[in-house]
């Protein structure tokens, strides 16, 4: 029953209200229409109309490629002995893309990874701002060791973009015995890529900066590959989707034999230690093929120091030496090559027809020149000799009158035909060529105006010119290859390092062959005056490198010692000791140059050093030989 | 208790449309986030259990719960504000026995539900201000609240809701217009008052390209989503911006980005029809709301589902500035989708009841068939043909 009392609830069910659509209901209802109408029209621009742009955009986003650095190739010795590792180690570097989007939280995690790094804010937004791909995890500092990389490894998940990458740094072996010849590498420089960008390197590779590292960095670089790959928001690597591998770089095999190298380097350290001398350098070649089998300079530096990065303090402590140990003296030290150099002014005089292998010239303790008087290194008259004689005794006076009569401009000729004055091509950067002195050079160099008779050549530089000095400059590698030309027949050869090339599987390149940079225009009699001189010097009984004999070289040569005077004119002056040499006399295989900074006469204190060493190689050269 | 007899009455569009809506943001969620897929299953398993005891509870009875709940709300906010969990810098979380709780979803439905009550309440006298400062007064203290979080998205839907009910409930032209106005003069002031990020975010929104790998990043990632889905899109799963992550948020705020890429133009006009549908049957159903009461509820949740899906999908694709809202039905999170369908059961507890006239008195009947009469129609699925009027309340028996 319908209980009707008023304020009761009364329901009557079974009416299907009319739908009522006040004005403001209808409005309603037509805005939501309108607005998804509004919705799909734009959607259907974004996704139609400028659909395309959109997809490329996706793939922009997605698609990377990823350069993968080529593994630099390895240096060994002649024999294979490995001279350089890459080593595993690791870098901090960035992903710019994965950087926290918030400007103030980026900035701040940049100063937590300027301070991680251990540079400057600035410093690291400089690195940054090299690279243009957001993308690749750029390397800010690298040669991280397994613990300073575990001691990172703790902050990253603080610092979100921030990753350790696998890299490899190079370990030189032996930086006692290489250091200056393999040279270091280090990371690229802006001006440095500038320059490189075009060849395809990367803002954050290394690249050779000095040695053969530098010399041979097309060899060893390798051609670096890439990677597509599908990446995340993050930038982490999703899938690789096409690759090409890169190529590592060359395995070089040096004409370097270690075992030699070893040899030299000792036997340098000890001639400078017993002459109380801090600096020398010594060159070993073959004379039949140029190929450069020990080079050593003292004192030298450990390039494990750069390849890690070297510390501020590590390279001002290198630079302000005053012994200069990142100075390469075997290739780039140049001096007055002193008596080593007769042998020049005497084939100049026979080949000029000044004098003839029978003229007969005094010797006496001194000669006036002009105003001057100039000296033997003997304070006695030696007699009257032939230019066969004249190098054993290594008589001064009688090369003053020989180059009297060549003048200067022919003597340099000739010191030209021989090697000076020109950089040896050796795959070294830094090579200095010396010098082989005329007036115009003088007048060149002379720090008074033209005209000052300073300034003016002189009778004393012709004749001071004629034992190597006055102008005359030379490296130990010049004088190297210049004893070679002697030995072997007056045919100057290019020197090189490298013996073999092959690629990362082994598969061989290229070999080492002799390349002649030029027949020295010498009639053979004429040279073999000279030749049978250094042979007299060296195994006569008179001669002033007869000492070999009793330093145990017991085998056949030719030689010749040298005491430069440096540091001015006059007498008692400093002098570094030369001692040139090849070996055996006939067909020779051995030809070298040394040189001991200061350190007094050549036959007491370089011929030692030379004839230890020449003791090794002939203790040791069916296997030197037999490499490659 | 609904008897079975009743529930033809149900209405079976909008559970449709519903139900592909939740499909499809299933498939959403899943290719998006998989591993919050299982938990967006449950939540919609505990949602649709809201949306059912909704649908059971006759809404006129909510009433009496209404003042309650609305300060048990003010109550959750406030416990958020000194106890809640923060996230992405914003305190908008309490765990409820583990499970993560956002008041400010719920506070939604309740604060709608409490202005429909207000309007109805006060029938014949909704053009007074002392109605429009009533409805200001009862939805301004927990938009506070959520503003302070700072939740910004959240206290606009408030605010979307306030403006609708406002309209819908009657206000007078000239009041509107009036609230309109002071909206517009006051608009300058507000970018003093938004914190650093929303300040970036409608930067970004008038200029996105200022700062591409920065603030506009997200928008612009979104919207590089969306246009590379093209007419087709992707395919399900198969959309990489959005599973590699270059889409911000693919979850929530911008699960819409995601779909787009994956199902492109056509799926956004299914999806986007199937929106409208649903709000036109909301429409519809408060057209048919058998009380003033009842058609305010209606209403208001087809102005907060409409509000929240024109700003989400209009911010994925550019139109409006980013606020954090979710995507109704589609969006990954728990208590949106449980409030959202609760709202949605709300409706069809009205639907169930429409056709149910309920009286004071007889002299209020005596005026409705008077007047109505000529709609009165026999229903031949009823057991009780018209004119079998029960007495007391029939619901509770």
Request: charged share 15%; with cysteine; net charge neutral.
């Amino acid at each position: 029953m319908i209980d009707l009392r008023p304020g009761r609830w009364v329901e009557l069910a079974g009416i299907e209200p009319r739908a009522r659509w006040t004005r403001r209901l209808a409005a309603f209802a037509l805005l939501a229409v309108g607005l998804s109408s509004a919705l799909v029209w734009r959607l259907a621009d974004l996704e139609i109309v400028q659909g395309p742009s959109f997809a490329r955009l996706a793939l922009v986003n997605r698609v990377h490629r990823v350069p993968v650095v080529a593994e630099r190739g390895v240096i060994y010795d002649r024999q294979g002995t490995q001279l350089v590792i890459n080593q595993p180690a690791w870098s901090l570097a960035v992903t710019t893309v994965a950087l926290p989007p918030d400007r103030t939280q980026r900035d701040a995690e940049l100063a937590a990874l300027a301070g991680l790094a251990g540079m400057s804010g600035a410093e690291l937004t400089a690195r940054l701002a090299i690279d243009s791909d957001g993308y690749r995890p750029l390397a800010v500092l690298t040669g991280l060791d397994d613990n300073r990389a575990q001691t990172v490894n703790e902050r990253l998940p603080r610092l979100p973009g921030v990753s350790l990458q696998h890299v490899a740094i190079r370990r030189y072996v032996d930086p006692d015995l290489y250091g200056h010849l393999l040279g270091y590498v280090g990371p690229i420089d802006s001006e440095e890529f500038k320059t490189l960008k075009g060849k395809g390197y990367l803002p954050d590779e290394v690249v050779g900066k000095s040695g053969l590292e530098a010399g041979l960095e097309d060899l060893l670089r390798g051609r670096d590959g890439w990677q597509d790959v599908l990446t995340d928001a993050n930038g982490q690597v999703v899938k690789v989707l096409r690759e090409q591998p890169p190529i590592p770089g060359r395995s070089v095999y040096l004409a370097i034999d270690a075992g030699l190298q070893k040899s030299v380097h000792d036997a340098l350290v000890e001639g400078l230690r017993k002459a109380g001398s801090k600096a020398g350098a010594s060159v070993v070649t073959d004379p039949r093929t140029g190929e450069i089998t020990a080079m050593v300079s003292i004192p030298g530096y450990d390039d494990n120091l750069f390849a890690k990065g070297i510390s501020e303090a590590d390279y001002s402590r290198l630079l302000n030496d005053p012994a200069k140990p990142l100075y390469d003296r075997a290739i780039a030290g140049e001096y007055p090559p002193g008596s080593t150099f007769k042998m020049i002014t005497g084939t100049a005089a026979l080949q000029e027809g000044k004098i003839t292998a029978d003229t007969q010239l005094a010797c006496p303790a001194n000669l006036k020149f002009g105003a001057w008087t100039y000296w033997n290194w003997a304070h006695y008259d030696m007699g009257a000799m032939n230019v066969a004689k004249a190098i054993p005794t290594s008589c001064d006076t009688f090369f003053y009158q020989v180059a009297n009569l060549l003048g200067p401009d022919t003597l340099a000729t000739y010191a030209r035909d021989f090697g000076y004055g020109a950089r040896p091509g050796i795959e070294l950067p830094g090579a200095g060529a010396g010098v082989a002195p005329t007036p115009a050079y003088k007048l060149q160099v002379c720090p008074y105006p033209a005209g000052t008779p300073d300034c003016g050549w002189n009778v004393g530089d012709t004749v001071t010119m004629g034992i190597g000095q006055s102008y005359v400059l030379t490296t130990p590698l010049i004088q190297a290859m210049y004893a070679a030309a002697l030995g072997n027949g007056g045919t100057l050869l290019r020197p090189t390092l490298v013996h073999q090339v092959t690629d990362g599987a082994g598969k061989l390149l290229s070999s080492a062959h002799p390349e002649i940079v030029r027949q020295v225009p010498v009639d053979a009699a004429n040279l073999e005056l000279l030749r049978s001189g250094m042979h007299q010097s060296l195994t006569g009984t008179w001669g002033t490198a007869a000492i070999a004999r009793s330093l145990g070289f017991k085998w056949d040569g030719g030689a010749k010692t040298g005491t430069a005077q440096f540091g001015g004119t006059g007498v008692d002056l400093p002098s570094h000791a030369w001692f040139i040499d090849f070996a055996p006399y006939q067909n020779p295989e051995f030809a070298s140059a040394t040189i001991l900074e200061g350190a007094g006469f050549g036959e007491f204190v370089a011929e030692p050093v030379a004839v230890g060493f020449m003791n090794y190689y002939y203790a040791h050269r069916t296997e030197i030989h037999s490499g490659g | 208790m609904v008897r079975l007899g009743r529930l033809h009455l149900l209405d079976r569009l909008q559970l449709l449309l519903a139900g592909m809506l939740l499909v499809l943001g299933l498939m959403s969620v899943y290719s998006a986030s998989p591993a919050d897929f299982r938990k967006q299953l449950l939540s919609l398993l505990l949602g649709l259990a809201a949306y059912g005891v909704a649908a059971r509870v006759d809404y006129r009875r909510l009433e009496r719960f209404l003042l309650p709940a609305y300060g048990a709300c003010l109550l959750l906010l406030l416990v958020v504000h000194f106890a809640g969990h923060s996230a992405l810098g914003a305190r908008r979380w309490i765990s409820i026995g583990g499970f993560p709780l956002e008041p400010s979803e719920l506070c939604k439905v309740v604060v709608l539900a409490a202005l429909a009550r207000h309007f109805a309440v006060r029938q014949g006298a909704e053009r007074s201000l002392r109605t429009m400062f009533g409805a200001i007064a009862l939805a301004v203290p927990p938009m506070i609240l959520i503003l302070l979080q700072p939740d910004l998205g959240t206290s606009m839907v408030f605010a979307a809701i306030l403006a609708g009910m406002l309209f819908l409930g009657g206000s007078s032209r000239l009041h509107l217009a009036g609230l309109a106005t002071l909206a517009v003069v006051a608009a300058p002031v507000v970018p003093h008052l938004l914190h650093g990020y929303q300040k970036q975010r409608l930067e970004i929104f008038l200029n996105p390209m200022s700062d591409p790998l920065g603030a506009g990043y997200n928008l612009l990632q979104a919207r590089i989503a969306v246009g590379s889905g093209g007419l087709l899109g992707h395919g399900w799963l198969h959309g990489l911006q959005g599973s590699l992550g270059f889409v911000p948020e693919r979850g929530t705020d911008f699960i819409f980005a995601v779909y787009a890429e994956q199902f492109g133009l056509l799926g956004c006009v299914v999806l986007i029809g199937l929106f409208t549908g649903l709000l036109l049957r909301l429409s519809w159903a408060a057209s048919v709301a058998p009380d003033r009461f009842g058609y305010l509820l209606c209403a208001g949740v087809a102005v907060m589902v409409c509000f929240q899906v024109v700003e989400n999908i209009g911010m994925n694709v550019g139109l409006t500035p980013i606020a954090g809202i979710p995507l109704p039905l589609i969006s990954y999170g728990g208590s949106a989708l449980v409030a959202n369908l609760a709202a949605l059961g709300a409706v069809q507890s009205v639907m169930l009841r429409r056709r149910l006239l309920v009286y004071r008195d007889v002299e209020a009947l005596d005026r409705h068939l008077l007047s109505e009469s000529g709609t009165v129609r026999l229903d031949p699925g009823l057991k009780h043909p018209v004119g079998a009027v029960a007495s007391g309340d029939p619901w509770s028996a």
